[in-house]
């Protein structure tokens, strides 16, 4: 079965850093894109950032992009979402996913772990 | 930026059939995939590219044509209320895209 923990989630203070690490087993690891999407307290999905199976290529939501880092150990089955210059806005659930082969869906999500910015 | 239109919510009676309507401009260029999410819990994929993900009940289907896409849920249950998202991925932005989510009511 697949499975995916994440881990380094807390509570920060606006322009802090933290560092989300997202633990895979039970698949083959690199050979699929892997994702993290966000969910604020009461509201919808938001996606933050796909990474490919091989780390070389990745995207960022215009929200992050130049503050978040999204990268991956193949050698360890480990993805990482290194998270700078935090602000309130940023407060959620985040959530690791695993996406389907040439899909851009996630058929595979973590419980998620809560970061909170307080200002 | 891409846009998908979802309503609020939806209600509807067990044993009925509740659909999901998710608008985006040309969505029907697209592949369009959709989440479930009970209260409490991590999204569940439901259908990708109107295809159902091994484990998902047959009464889960979805269609896409002219500028909407479609969620159907056939013969409701009580635990089939929970939110629905559609999603799609943009080339032109290379940004995967969310709806805001429609919440099913089993009346």
């Known amino acids: 079965d697949v499975q995916l923990l994440e881990s380094g989630g807390g509570l920060v203070q606006t322009g802090e850093s933290l560092r989300l690490s997202c633990a895979a087993s039970g698949f083959t690891f690199s050979t699929y894109a892997m994702s993290w999407v966000r969910q604020a307290p009461g509201k919808g999905l938001e996606w933050v950032s796909v990474i490919s199976g091989s780390g070389g290529s990745a995207y960022y939501a215009d929200s992050v992009k130049g503050r978040f880092i999204i990268s991956r150990d193949n050698s360890d089955n480990t993805l990482h979402l290194q998270m700078n210059s935090l602000s309130p806005e940023d407060t959620a659930i985040y959530y690791c996913a695993k996406d389907r082969v040439s899909s851009s869906s996630s058929d595979s999500w973590g419980q998620g772990t809560l970061v909170t910015v307080s200002s | ?107």
């Open chain 2, 1 to 107: 930026s891409y846009v998908l239109t979802q309503p609020p919510s939806v209600s509807v009676a067990p044993g009925q059939t509740a659909t999901i309507p998710c608008g985006g401009d040309n969505i029907r260029s697209k592949r369009v995939h959709w989440y479930q999410q009970r209260p409490g819990q991590a999204p569940v994929l439901v259908i990708y590219d109107n295809d159902r993900p091994s484990g998902i009940p047959e009464r889960f289907s979805g269609s896409n044509s002219g500028s909407t896409a479609t969620l159907t849920i056939s013969r409701v249950e009580a635990g089939d209320e929970a939110d629905y998202y559609c999603q799609v991925w943009d080339s032109g932005s290379n940004h995967r895209v969310f709806g805001a989510g429609t919440k099913v009511t089993v009346l």
